[in-house]
Each structure stands twice: as C-alpha cells, then as structure tokens.
C-alpha cells in the first residue's frame, strides 16, 4: 500500500476530506494522487477512523437498505435516529464485517471503525466504503457521481453510460485512439459550476492523476449492428440518465435531490441514445451527427 499517516488530506471533485487516526492510515494506490499536503480551507467530510470493530447495536428494524446480488452481500444501511449505520462487507470473505461506519445527519462527519491490516494499521476506504463516502458527499451538494466513461477533446467532454456491458470502456479506447483525452472509464462526479458543469474523476484501483473536464453531452450507449443516435429530452432523458447514477433510494430527500439535479442537468446538456459499432467510426459519427450545443 501506500501513503501512511495518522492525518490525510484527499482533495477529490474539488472536495476536501480530511482522514484522522490515533492508528497508522493506509491508502489504496488509487487514493495516492489524490493526497494534499496543505489545505487550509475547511472540509466537506471528516472521517474519524478507528481500529478495531465494536460489537454491532444496529436493530432488525432500523435496516433501510442492502446492496448484494444472488451470490455476495455488499454492505447494509441503518437508520439510527438522525444518524445513518453501514455495515461493509469484506469483498473476498464473504459474510465477514471488513468495517463499521456512523454517519451525520448532515453527511459531513463519518467514525469508521476498522479491522487492523497485517501491519497493524487501518485502511478506512477499502472498497466499497470510499465510493459510499463520495456518494454521500454528492447528496449534500450539488453533484452527482455516475457509473460512466467519458472523453475529452481539449474543449468538450462527453460522458458515455449505460447498463453493464454496453461499451463504456470501449467507448473509451476508440476517442482515446483517436486522440483524445479519457477523464474516467468507470466511476465519475459530475458538479454544477457556475459556468456551466463539471467532470471530474475519481479514484480507482489504479493510479491516475486528478482529472477535470468541461460537460457538453451526454450518451446513452448500447451496441448496434450500425451507429445511430437520438437527441432525448424532458422526462425521456431524465429518466434515461438517473438509471446510471449512483444512489441509495430509500428516502424522499435523495430521490428528489436527484431528479431535481438531472432536471437542471437534462435542461442543459444534450442528451442521446446512441447505438454504436464498436469501432473507429463511432468518434467520426457523433461529431458529424450531435447538435444543442456542441461546437
């Protein structure tokens, strides 16, 4: 592993959180260009990490939400008072607790309790932990984060997303091939600016560099035996972008943050259905054929 602390700085979409521990923090080379060493301002997320899992208190009937398939458990969410649990999951053991977490009202102040490493430290964002941290950053301001691609030209950025397998990192290698830049095959944030909205990425199991890009469309992508595409809008490409967010929908506040996001977000952006031959003639097709907007 890498950088090991007892006080970290992850500057992330712009977004400040600030790790502290009484134990040694490890982070996953993914997090690594993501370290600040100075940041003066105040941050949007405090993570109090601790080592060692303290014996559950979370009841039956405080479970809101599970995210699992028919083979593996992920992690579980409670509501306790004002305050939200997690119970995450270890993702190669499983059914073992890899960690417990409280969460503020406010979204602003995590305890994350940990088992040790074989070193005897903490790893407080093993996945899928740091994803829940960044998804719950997003809900209390105005962003997003999407299970999306996206490339960028030097002037526009265009997010690629659909179900799995539909060719997002395909997506990718063609405009990368082509000359282009890829700000992030798989997980990125998008946020409101005042000019206009913003892509950043975020970190991988993998190192990458601090990505941002200027949003100016955004594709709904499934494979086709030729390229066609489809300018959406109104409820049609709300409804068609917000299947690929990443959310936890089991209370009102989130679902109507969300929809009054991609509300704005659909307003503004273009958004397409695109079918596409995986090939090179993908990048040639969508920059003779998208219009509302692009330059």
């Known amino acids: 592993m890498g950088n090991q602390q007892n006080s970290i700085n992850l500057v992330i979409a712009g977004f400040l959180i600030r790790l502290f521990s009484d ?46 398939n028919e083979e593996q458990l992920f992690y579980s969410i409670y509501r306790t008072g004002r305050n939200f649990g997690f119970i995450i999951y270890d993702q190669e053991r499983f059914d073992e607790i890899q960690q417990v977490a409280m969460l503020d009202e406010t979204f602003s102040h995590w305890k994350v309790y940990s088992e040790a490493t074989s070193e005897n430290n903490i ?7 740091g994803p829940i941290v960044m998804h719950y950053l997003t809900l209390k301001t105005n962003a997003v ?20 397998g539909a060719g997002k990192s395909t ?14 095959d798989d997980r990125l944030i998008i946020r409101k600016r005042e000019n206009g909205y913003s892509v950043y990425n975020t970190p991988m199991y993998y190192a990458d560099i601090p990505k941002v890009a ?15 595409m489809k300018k959406l809008t109104g ?8 299947a690929f967010c990443i959310q936890n929908n089991f209370e009102k506040q989130f679902i109507e943050s969300r929809l009054s996001f991609f509300s704005e977000l659909c307003a503004s952006v273009p958004v397409y259905e695109l079918g596409f031959v995986p090939d090179e003639s993908v990048v040639k097709f969508i920059l003779e054929n998208e219009t509302g907007g692009i330059k």
Request: charged share 20%; aromatic share 10%; with cysteine.
């Open 123 to 129: 790893m407080p964002l093993k996945y899928p932990l």
């Open 23 to 68: 134990s040694v923090i490890e982070l996953e080379e993914g997090y690594l260009p993501f370290v600040v060493q100075k940041e003066e301002r105040d941050a949007d997320v405090t993570m109090q990490c601790f080592r060692a899992i303290p014996s559950l208190t979370f009841q039956p009937d405080e479970l809101v939400f599970e995210a699992k």
């Open 145 to 164: 984060m999407m299970h999306a691609s996206c490339a960028f030209d030097g002037k526009n950025a265009r997010i690629f997303t659909g179900f799995s």
């Open 171 to 184: 997506m990718s290698k063609m405009w990368s091939a082509a000359g282009n830049g890829i700000v992030n």
């Open 235 to 242: 409820a049609m490409a709300i409804t068609k972008v917000m």
């Open 214 to 228: 200027p949003l100016s469309a955004l594709y709904i992508i499934s494979h086709s035996p030729e390229n066609m």
